[in-house]
């Protein structure tokens, strides 16, 4: 006898403009919630924009004269997390889906399971596609895919971005960052941590292509087949009042500090194994590390270790640093010469030493 297969819902919106895009997060995942559409894999394309996380400041993240002069819209997601650059080289996918049917509500567990299941069907496009923990997926050491998600109650929106071709330089430019990070070595340096389709294939796959092998994938895993579908009559209602809301000013400017209240520090030291550099954007009310980034000429193996502590660090209390320094490198193999986790900490905290000085 055969067993009833579940069927989820496709829908491909497209390329639509940032503020559409952010509208139908809201809707999708509010509607899921409200038990009031289906579990859906979505997939999307942005016209070129900057997004804020919730949270954000758009003069303390981004480089605002750059988005002007290149017709970078800038808009706020719903979600938190950092800003990032968008644009019609990336193919969005998204997951809205129940609770009951993920059988977990552990983030790690459910990010593993998606993040696994989208990598095999980036493999069956022609390479060796990996999950990373905690949420990147990657071909050969460098990323092609990051991720992310976020419950409402009872319903998850899991999304990943898919680097068909990238511009890295003009992501980098895109944001406030310290014009070390923006020198020819460092951009190249940027380059070799990601990847795309279109480099690693020789060329650029069609949409259709790539939507196929995640959704078969994502089938797969799942145990359900996909229809292409439609926003349904609820769903189309509350896009109406979402986009009204969030394609306005008001929503973009929800948050506006201006960029002195996120003084970047620096600190610098010489170690046998190489100049360390650390810059941070520092955030004096809540004493919190917003961002690190590091540069210099240190010897570190596997390279993109100090990339991932800067993930790492990102948005954490500054009392807590030593110990979120300490767990990074317990949880990994890495050899950096004579350089320490505590060397490192040292740096970071002369640059927290100059912020205090400055304030």
Not at 94 to 102: A, M, Q, S
Not at 208 to 217: G, L
Not at 224 to 241: H, I, K, M, P, W
Not at 280 to 303: C, E, H, M, N, T
């Amino acid at each position: 006898m055969n067993e009833t297969v579940n069927t989820w819902r496709l829908l491909d919106t497209g390329i639509r403009r940032a503020a559409e895009n952010i509208a139908l997060n809201r809707v999708l995942l509010e509607a899921r919630q409200q038990d009031e559409s289906p579990n859906t894999l979505r997939f999307l394309g942005f016209e070129p924009c900057a997004l804020l996380g919730f949270h954000q400041s758009a003069d303390q993240e981004l480089n605002l004269d750059y988005c002007k002069a290149h017709n970078i819209t800038v808009q706020r997601r719903i979600t938190g997390g950092g800003a990032i650059y968008f644009d019609t080289a990336q193919l969005g996918w998204e997951l809205y889906l129940h609770k009951r049917d993920l059988g977990t509500a552990d983030m790690s567990a459910i990010s593993r399971r998606i993040c696994e299941a989208v990598a095999r069907g980036i493999s069956t496009l022609g390479i060796t596609a990996v999950f990373r923990p905690r949420n990147d997926i990657e071909v050969d050491g460098r990323k092609i895919s990051g991720t992310g998600g976020a419950f409402d109650g009872d319903a998850l929106m899991y999304q990943g971005t898919l680097l068909i071709e990238f511009d890295v330089e003009k992501m980098l430019r895109v944001l406030n960052i310290p014009a070390e990070k923006l020198s020819g070595k460092a951009i190249a340096s940027a380059r070799e941590r990601v990847t795309n389709l279109a480099d690693l294939l020789g060329c650029v796959p069609s949409r259709e292509k790539v939507i196929a092998a995640i959704s078969s994938a994502l089938a797969d895993e799942f145990k359900v087949q996909f229809e292409s579908g439609d926003l349904n009559a609820v769903e189309d209602r509350l896009y109406t009042a979402a986009l009204a809301e969030i394609d306005h000013p008001d929503w973009v400017n929800m948050i506006a500090l201006p960029a002195h209240d996120r003084p970047v520090r620096t600190a610098a030291r010489k170690f046998g194994g190489g100049m360390l550099r650390v810059n941070i954007a520092y955030d004096r009310v809540q004493r919190r590390l917003k961002q690190v980034w590091f540069s210099g000429d240190v010897f570190v193996s596997p390279r993109r270790t100090l990339v991932d502590l800067e993930a790492a660090l990102r948005d954490s209390l500054e009392d807590k640093l030593a110990s979120v320094v300490t767990d990074f490198f317990q949880q990994r193999s890495v050899d950096m010469l004579t350089l320490t986790p505590d060397d490192i900490v040292s740096v970071i905290k002369e640059a927290l030493g100059n912020a205090e000085v400055a304030a």
